[in-house]
């Protein structure tokens, strides 16, 4: 298992007022083809946050089944993990840790839309899937962010993971 760390204000621990863990899903079928998110002109793995109490695994079935509609028992670890701390986010004053645990998942099944349960954010931005080759996600990545930007770093992000998913 690898890390992936963003800390650009080098803050510590100590100065986090709110940690938030996230699960991410690295779904791959026999065409090596990846199914990725596709929302307010940003690419994104399917996943999202942990609930409390909930474990990575029960988050990433209940993540599954939300964003893609596909119904799939997960039993394997998780294979890279980023760490971000950001100053004064989501408002100032406040300093956030997010930690994603990056899962890959192999299936043949097909996302089922009459299965899924967007949030709000991912209806407004016209939340899709696409699934895009594996020997082209880097490209169409760096595409994305070139017309686009990467306001958020999650471009950037899913390069590094991809990259450590690469050379698993």
């Given at each position: 298992?690898?890390?992936f ?12 007022t709110?940690?938030?863990l ?31 109490n ?22 394997n670890?998780?294979?890279a ?9 989501p408002s ?8 994603n ?7 043949d099944?097909?996302?089922?839309l009459?299965?899924t ?13 696409r699934y895009?080759?594996l020997d082209?996600v880097e ?18 992000e ?11």
């Amino acid at each position: 298992m690898k890390d992936f760390i963003t800390n650009r204000d080098n803050l510590s621990d100590s100065d986090i007022t709110e940690e938030v863990l996230r699960v991410k899903l690295l779904i791959i079928n026999s065409n090596n083809e990846i199914l990725l998110g596709y929302s307010n002109h940003e690419y994104q793995f399917p996943g999202g946050h942990v609930e409390e109490n909930e474990s990575l695994k029960e988050a990433c079935i209940r993540e599954l089944k939300e964003e893609t509609g596909i119904e799939l028992d997960i039993d394997n670890d998780y294979f890279a993990r980023s760490i971000g701390y950001f100053k004064d986010w989501p408002s100032v004053g406040k300093n956030r840790k997010t930690i994603n645990y990056y899962y890959e998942i192999k299936t043949d099944l097909k996302p089922n839309l009459d299965n899924t349960n967007y949030t709000q954010s991912e209806k407004e931005g016209n939340f899709e899937l696409r699934y895009i080759n594996l020997d082209r996600v880097e490209e169409e990545l760096k595409d994305n962010v070139s017309k686009y930007g990467d306001n958020k770093g999650i471009a950037r992000e899913m390069l590094a993971i991809f990259k450590i998913y690469k050379e698993k």
